[in-house]
């Protein structure tokens, strides 16, 4: 069945329904709270990704710094000791006595905010670069480029304080992972229709607070997870059979954004290759439209390979690498490196915060990873290998290549590099939803029961934001003489660059949404008739039912 209507940003925002608003509304609150919690420079690569974008302030649009010609500038290196992140050796102000701050602050250290250290200030004691390589100039540069615009439409913004410079990157990666419930609720509309699944999927993305952790810090890693979830979202609406040629141009815009975001959105392709085949395979779509179509998106997503092309000439590879360390003399055993692989892989996907310096233990990641599979597997039917490759594929192909990247690091240094569970989530969009779906598959014989399903999604997900805060809050700001919660909480808040009621306020706020929101989910699980699917959805239901996921 072919739908030639076309995907429109106006029309995803008009099937979202009020409550999957509220749940956006709560999640971009819970996003606020996350970006307060880590300290500054305490989230991954956050100094070299606050560096990149002062640096690119004011720049040419086209300039861009070789990933082997850039350092990290000593204002930001000296911003790192005054903030009590690290601290520098005053005999090699390049070097630092210890290599990362391991939690612990009082509110008692926090200094006045107006004495708090603005980039103008930290630039003029030294302007020169450090010896210290920024690598982050490996990456491409669009969200680089975003945040510098932004930041430089700030009047003044050199002579503000650099941990409220910081709180603003960060409120801006929080600006763009908002609108996730409402595409996640698109996706689920899309390939199943049912309300009860919509909310389930609009309440997902709960279940892995390393994504609020990362989409709430100063990262590229936030615009790569929309940009690919969004695209997943077109992706499912041309499988059901939409050959548009507006549904094409979106296709190739967002995957172009998102292959100027980071590299791993090269895997992303594939994922388009398998949308266009599934929908002559199993929605009749005729080959040479789909053909067409397709070559549409790769002409608009092929004009990023300027910045892969300009590398593989200049430096032999699409996205240049610093250099490894040193061979070790001793290397580690097979079983040794699956072992670390697998518990490094888990933890880091579902929360290890700051530098990966705490969060969940091995039993709990090992748990929550052997359920997912569990449920992904209870989702999926024998002949939905093409659905299968769209919404999963390219996360498979991220962490296999960085698997094979870690296992030749560990045969030659004999430790684990470039192993994290976040590489996976080019595809957690997909994996998110058949999470839901193998939930609701559990009880498809149980109607009534079904429009419950929402509730172990709300639950886990509370259960697993809070637990994520009491030990982030227990680590990055208690002491031994200051041990308490309610202590870690006034370091919190005397150590934030916004006003300390503002914070409160937004906790309060929060709290309040969430108990209308429980009322509102529970009164939808109490109405009668609400399992149908939507009206605008019911063209995508197959003709042929085993191709796809039940719906």
Request: proline share 6%.
């Amino acid at each position: 069945m072919t739908d030639t209507t076309g995907f429109s940003l106006r029309g995803l925002l008009a099937d979202t329904t009020p409550v999957i608003w509220l749940i956006t509304a709560a999640w971009t609150l819970l996003l606020c709270l996350w970006s307060v919690l880590p300290p500054i420079f305490s989230a991954p690569d956050e100094p070299q990704h606050i560096d990149t974008i002062i640096d690119t302030v004011g720049r040419s649009p086209l300039m861009w710094v070789t990933p082997d010609g850039d350092r990290m500038s000593n204002a930001i290196l000296e911003a790192q000791d005054r903030f009590g992140y690290r601290t520098r050796d005053p005999q090699n102000p390049d070097l630092f006595l210890d290599d990362r701050r391991l939690g612990g602050r009082t509110a008692e250290e926090a200094f006045p905010r107006d004495e708090r250290p603005s980039v103008a200030a930290l630039s003029a004691a030294d302007r020169l670069p450090s010896s210290r390589l920024n690598q982050m100039y490996q990456h491409p540069p669009l969200y680089y480029r975003t945040a510098a615009w932004v930041i430089g439409a700030i009047p003044g913004w050199e002579r503000l304080g650099l941990d409220v410079l910081v709180g603003i990157m960060r409120l801006l990666s929080v600006v763009v992972v908002a609108p996730l419930p409402v595409v996640m609720a698109g996706l689920a509309r899309v390939l199943d229709g049912r309300r009860s699944l919509e909310l389930s999927a609009a309440l997902s993305p709960l279940l892995v607070p390393q994504l609020a952790h990362l989409g709430s810090v100063t990262s590229n890693d936030g615009l790569l997870f929309v940009l690919t979830a969004f695209l997943v979202l077109l992706l499912a609406r041309v499988y059901r059979g939409d050959t548009s040629r507006s549904t094409a141009t979106w296709v190739g815009t967002v995957l172009l954004a998102a292959m100027l975001t980071k590299g791993f959105a090269l895997f992303m392709p594939v994922a388009v290759v398998a949308a266009y085949g599934g929908a002559v395979r199993v929605s009749g779509v005729e080959p040479r439209a789909a053909m067409a179509r397709l070559l549409r998106s790769a002409a608009i997503a092929g004009l990023s390979l300027w910045w892969y092309g300009e590398n593989l000439l200049r430096f032999g590879g699409v996205q240049p690498s610093v250099a490894a360390p040193p061979a070790a003399d001793e290397h580690g055993s097979v079983l040794g490196w699956l072992g670390r692989a697998w518990i490094t892989q888990t933890q880091t996907f579902w929360g290890r915060f700051g530098w990966a310096e705490t969060g969940f233990g091995e039993v709990t990641t090992t748990t929550l990873s052997i359920v997912v599979i569990v449920l992904v597997l209870i989702a999926v039917r024998k002949r939905e290998g093409t659905l299968l490759t769209v919404l999963l594929l390219p996360g498979v192909l991220a962490i296999a290549t960085t698997i094979g990247q870690s296992w030749a690091s560990w045969d030659t240094i004999g430790t684990i590099r470039a192993v994290h569970g976040r590489y996976f989530f080019v595809s957690l969009a997909g994996l998110l939803l058949l999470v839901v779906m193998g939930l609701h598959r559990l009880v498809d014989r149980w109607p009534s029961l079904a429009r419950w399903t929402w509730v172990p999604v709300f639950v886990t997900g509370v259960w697993l934001h809070a637990s994520s805060w009491l030990t982030a809050v227990d680590y990055f700001w208690t002491t031994p003489d200051a041990p308490s919660l309610a202590d870690g909480g006034r370091a919190l808040l005397a150590w934030q660059p916004w006003p300390p009621l503002l914070v409160q306020v937004t906790a309060v706020a929060l709290a309040l949404l969430g108990v209308e929101l429980l009322r509102r989910l529970v009164a939808f699980s109490r109405a009668d008739g609400t399992t149908t699917a939507h009206p605008s959805e019911e063209q995508h239901e197959s003709e042929d039912e085993e191709d796809h996921v039940p719906a």
